[in-house]
Structures are given as C-alpha cells and as structure tokens.
C-alpha cells in the first residue's frame, strides 16, 4: 500500500536517475532479490531498460487531472485489501478523467519514479504498472464500476 502513498507525478521525473548522483543504487531495491542493489551498474541498467519500455509523454493537462483524480480517490483505493485492486482502481479513474493511454503512461512513470528516487521505501514493481494500465482499459461508467471491478480481478489474489 505504500506504493500508492507517494504517487506522485513528477514533471521533472525523467531526469530523477540522473539528478541523485552515484550513489542513488544503494538506496533502491532490487525487484530481483528483494534486497538492496549491490553495484550502480545493475541498477542503471534496471533503469535504462525501464526508461526503454516508456510511453512518450502525456501533456501537462493531462497529468493535471491524473493529478487531480489521484488526490481524489487516494483514500478509496488505500480502503481496498489489495495494492494492486488499488493501482487497477486509480488507473481506471485517471483514464475516466483522461483516457487509457494517459492512465498507461501515468502507471509507467509511477514506476520509473519508485525505482530511481533514491528512497528504498518506494519499490518498483512492474505488476504495479500492469495494473494500473489495466484499471485504465476498463471503460467504466462510474467509480463504483471502476472499484467492483477492480475488486473482482485482484483483492482475492495474493499479489
Ligand atoms: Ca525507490
């Protein structure tokens, strides 16, 4: 569930990895092992290959109302059992607000955020952003769709 408390959606997020300096790796986990990076090398690469997999860009208005819809419905999402049933549930609302493509860029900046902000509380997680672009696809008419839904595909799963 910590993940989703620090959703945060930074202008300047793609020059996160480049602004820490060196030693930026030592306080990032490894989605690997679970443990610290050992060496700049393996984290950069992590980095990179994430940075590789990237959805272009959302213009700022649209982040504005990702922002926006995110804020909103931060405390119906943490209410969920699940960290994935609330990434799904904050993807569908940023789509609802904006569109699916937004919701998909948003989940993948998310996690190039976790993985390069130097702070080993944030983890990167890639079903995070699955799930996020996945809540984005729904199409649902209503925030109540978008939770039922949500709620459905992952709370009785162990992510
Ligand atoms: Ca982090």
Not at 6 to 27: I, K, M, R, T, Y
Not at 29 to 43: G, K, L
Not at 63 to 74: C, G, H, N, Q
Not at 132 to 137: K, P, V
Request: glycine fraction near 6%; aromatic fraction near 12%; proline fraction near 3%.
């Amino acid at each position: 569930m910590r993940s989703l408390l620090v959703f945060v959606f930074g202008f300047g997020a793609l020059s996160v990895a480049q602004a820490h300096g060196p030693q930026c790796f030592e306080n990032e986990v490894n989605p690997r092992t679970q443990q610290r990076y050992e060496s700049a090398s393996q984290w950069q690469s992590d980095v990179d290959a994430w940075q590789q997999r990237g959805r272009g860009l959302a213009g700022p208005l649209n982040l504005f109302w990702s922002f926006t819809a995110y804020v909103r419905e931060k405390k119906q999402a943490e209410s969920f059992g699940s960290d994935k049933a609330a990434h799904c549930y904050i993807g569908c609302v940023i789509a609802r607000s904006t569109r699916a493509e937004v919701a998909d860029y948003v989940g993948w900046l998310k996690e190039q955020k976790d993985l390069a902000d130097c702070d080993p509380e944030t983890h990167f997680e890639e079903a995070d952003a699955i799930a996020t672009s996945w809540g984005g696809t729904l199409e649902a008419r209503s925030r109540e769709e978008c939770q039922a839904l949500c709620v459905e595909q992952y709370e009785s799963r162990s992510y």
